[in-house]
């Protein structure tokens, strides 16, 4: 591992999604989004729902939605513990727009908004939606480098 690079590993409670070098991170704050860099100070800080960028060592990028948890930046690597976290690679968009739908639905019906349901639809609403900007996200940039590799040859 060079000095422009930090070792990462995200972790949720069910696998280890990722452990690799990588160049930059950035992630969605609960005080809003930070980009870490090596050499970055220590720090801990709470996720939101949302989406993670990942700048690897080669310069390719990483997208991965996470429903929230915790960052620590040590001196040599960043750990995330997250309640969920999923590769955009392996989202399937139709369904994740379908629960997002499913999860407004169930908002709407709430009639006597108890304040445990709401927080639950709510939580799940934000964690569809960053689901669903993920694979749009990665997408985008895979068709973006699609273009370029087709226009160098």
């Given amino acids: 591992m ?6 990462l590993e995200i972790a949720t409670p069910e696998r280890v999604v990722l452990t690799e070098a990588i160049a930059q991170i950035t992630v969605p704050t609960r005080d809003g989004e930070i980009t870490i860099l090596p050499g970055h100070i220590p720090l ?14 080669n310069d390719e990028p990483e997208i991965i939605s996470t429903s929230g948890g915790f960052i620590e930046v040590l001196m040599d690597k960043i750990v995330i513990l997250a ?14 727009e379908e629960a997002h739908r499913r ?6 019906n709430l009639r006597h908004q108890d304040d445990v349901d709401f927080a639950e639809v709510n939580a799940a609403i934000e964690r569809e939606l960053a689901r669903t900007h993920a694979v749009k996200r990665w997408r985008n940039i895979k068709s973006i480098s699609g273009n ?3 226009k160098s040859e």
């Fill in 83 to 96: 309640d969920t976290a999923e590769m955009a690679a392996e989202i399937d968009l139709a369904r994740a």
């Fill in 103 to 108: 999860a407004e639905e169930m908002k709407t």
């Fill in 44 to 57: 801990v800080a709470s996720l939101r729902a949302g989406v993670i960028h990942i700048k690897k060592e």
């Fill in 2 to 7: 060079s000095e422009k690079t930090i070792k």
């Fill in 148 to 150: 370029r590799e087709d």
